[in-house]
């Protein structure tokens, strides 16, 4: 197996050199990396959870000061945190009910003790964790020892009995970690399928003869779209080209080989064509904890033009790209600037851009900026893989999924 910090820096140089794009890809592979991490992580016998989450918060800064602006891989991160504190409570709350049903046996079978000799606490607490999950290959390899199980009288008791504790105590960490990369492995296929879970609500919200209005190239708006056609809806999607990328153009492509009636229109003629939109449906690079979007550039216009004009404006997310930080938290880096060469052919422009030359030509400043900011009161619905939700229940859906002790993971600093 390859050595964890390895591919902890190899996944860091990746996000580093942009060679990892888009929040589901940066998402699944967080998740798959953290699974690996802690798969391999060597805890100690005590504090066990404490430890497990230190070592993850250390890779979750390492993550997020390598790409900022990808809030996906911190929502994973936090996410992940979350879990070995939820999977931490639910053994600890099973190790105190178990006893307590110890202490209830004692006190009501006092007289039986020398004929049914009563069973360690370890061993009980063991008993009532495994009876809470049903049964798997690992919770079978894991279980009660028959030796703590069924204690035989021994002159060594004080050696037995240390033996025991030592057997819970790595039991209990293999459980521990067992747990949690079950929940993992379970993330990981709930960002898989998420888009699926999204598109099944599509019939609840495209009707027929509608016109749809969307921006750019968006996967899970697309699999919306086709599951609406697939119950039968006929309706009309108009594309905004999303200059200056133009990913509108091949995603209006797609659209029409798969039998959609599809128009591109141009990003500045979104006003001239609102009124005859009946909905606006697109997708979202984040969702921040008061319900505004980190959106590909231009949607901030397309949802005033809905505002304006009383068009509902739906965004298309996956949980886990809700984020339990707010614009104005300094670790959020909300936008980033793409290559000047999508806007202006050097060529072309090469006597008036800037190259340090320090000469008196004019020169030609470009700035092209891959994200706007959706204010939340320009949202009228967002469409998760929970359901269709108001902008304002955002942070109760955020509360579920993430520690308020997570919510700030530091980030690196550059020394």
């Given at each position: 197996?390859?050595?964890?910090?390895?591919?902890?820096?190899?996944?860091?140089?990746?996000?580093?050199?942009?060679?990892?794009?888009?929040?589901?890809?940066?998402?699944?592979?967080?998740?798959?990396?953290?699974?690996?991490?802690?798969?391999?992580?060597?805890?100690p016998h005590s504090n066990q959870a404490g430890a497990l989450i230190d070592a993850v918060k250390a890779v979750g800064?390492?993550?997020?000061?390598?790409?900022?602006?990808?809030?996906?891989?911190?929502?994973?991160?936090?996410?992940?945190?979350?879990?070995?504190?939820?999977?931490?409570?639910?053994?600890?709350?099973?190790?105190?009910?178990?006893?307590?049903?110890?202490?209830?046996?004692?006190?009501?079978?006092?007289?039986?003790?020398?004929?049914?000799?009563?069973?360690?606490?370890?061993?009980?607490?063991?008993?009532?964790?495994?009876?809470?999950?049903?049964?798997?290959?690992?919770?079978?390899?894991?279980?009660?020892?028959?030796?703590?199980?069924?204690?035989?009288?021994?002159?060594?008791?004080?050696?037995?009995?240390?033996?025991?504790?030592?057997?819970?105590?790595?039991?209990?960490?293999?459980?521990?970690?067992?747990?949690?990369?079950?929940?993992?492995?379970?993330?990981?296929?709930?960002?898989?399928?998420?888009?699926?879970?999204?598109?099944?609500?599509?019939?609840?919200?495209?009707?027929?003869?509608?016109?749809?209005?969307t921006l750019g190239s968006s996967h899970t708006v697309k699999e919306f779209l086709l599951a609406a056609k697939e119950?039968?809806?006929?309706?009309?999607?108009?594309?905004?080209?999303?200059?200056?990328?133009?990913?509108?153009?091949?995603?209006?492509?797609?659209?029409?080989?798969?039998?959609?009636?599809?128009?591109?229109?141009?990003?500045?003629?979104?006003?001239?064509?609102?009124?005859?939109?009946?909905?606006?449906?697109?997708?979202?690079?984040?969702?921040?904890?008061?319900?505004?979007?980190?959106?590909?550039?231009?949607?901030?216009?397309?949802?005033?033009?809905?505002?304006?004009?009383?068009?509902?404006?739906?965004?298309?997310?996956?949980?886990?790209?809700?984020?339990?930080?707010?614009?104005?938290?300094?670790?959020?880096?909300?936008?980033?600037?793409?290559?000047?060469?999508?806007?202006?052919?050097?060529?072309?422009?090469?006597?008036?851009?800037?190259?340090?030359?320090?000469?008196?030509?004019?020169?030609?400043?470009?700035?092209?900026?891959?994200?706007?900011?959706?204010?939340?009161?320009?949202?009228?619905?967002?469409?998760?893989?929970?359901?269709?939700?108001?902008?304002?229940?955002?942070?109760?859906?955020?509360?579920?999924?993430?520690?308020?002790?997570?919510?700030?993971?530091?980030?690196?600093?550059?020394?």
């Open positions: 197996m390859p050595d964890v910090h390895s591919l902890v820096n190899e996944f860091v140089i990746k996000l580093n050199k942009r060679q990892i794009e888009g929040s589901k890809m940066t998402a699944k592979l967080t998740a798959e990396l953290l699974r690996s991490f802690i798969s391999q992580q060597r805890l800064e390492k993550l997020i000061a390598a790409k900022p602006v990808e809030l996906a891989a911190g929502n994973v991160v936090r996410r992940v945190l979350h879990i070995i504190r939820e999977e931490d409570i639910s053994l600890t709350n099973a190790a105190v009910g178990g006893l307590n049903l110890a202490s209830e046996s004692d006190d009501d079978d006092g007289n039986d003790e020398y004929d049914h000799p009563v069973l360690s606490a370890s061993a009980v607490a063991a008993a009532a964790r495994n009876s809470l999950r049903p049964p798997s290959l690992q919770t079978l390899l894991e279980d009660i020892p028959h030796s703590a199980a069924v204690p035989h009288p021994s002159s060594s008791g004080g050696d037995s009995e240390g033996k025991s504790k030592s057997a819970d105590k790595n039991s209990m960490t293999r459980k521990l970690k067992h747990n949690v990369i079950e929940v993992v492995n379970e993330l990981i296929q709930e960002i898989s399928t998420c888009h699926e879970q999204i598109a099944e609500q599509a019939v609840e919200h495209i009707h027929h003869n509608e016109v749809i209005l119950k039968k809806r006929s309706f009309r999607v108009f594309v905004a080209e999303g200059a200056p990328r133009y990913q509108g153009h091949a995603f209006a492509k797609e659209l029409a080989a798969s039998g959609l009636k599809t128009t591109v229109i141009t990003d500045s003629a979104v006003f001239a064509m609102i009124s005859r939109v009946n909905m606006v449906i697109v997708g979202a690079h984040a969702v921040m904890a008061n319900g505004g979007v980190i959106a590909p550039v231009g949607l901030n216009m397309v949802a005033l033009a809905a505002k304006r004009h009383a068009v509902p404006f739906a965004v298309l997310a996956g949980v886990y790209k809700l984020c339990p930080l707010y614009p104005h938290n300094p670790e959020v880096l909300l936008n980033e600037l793409k290559s000047p060469s999508e806007l202006l052919d050097f060529g072309e422009f090469s006597d008036c851009l800037d190259f340090g030359s320090g000469s008196g030509s004019p020169l030609i400043h470009v700035v092209n900026p891959a994200f706007d900011y959706v204010p939340p009161d320009l949202v009228s619905l967002f469409i998760t893989d929970t359901g269709g939700h108001n902008p304002s229940y955002i942070y109760r859906l955020i509360a579920d999924f993430y520690s308020p002790d997570d919510l700030v993971v530091r980030r690196i600093s550059a020394s």
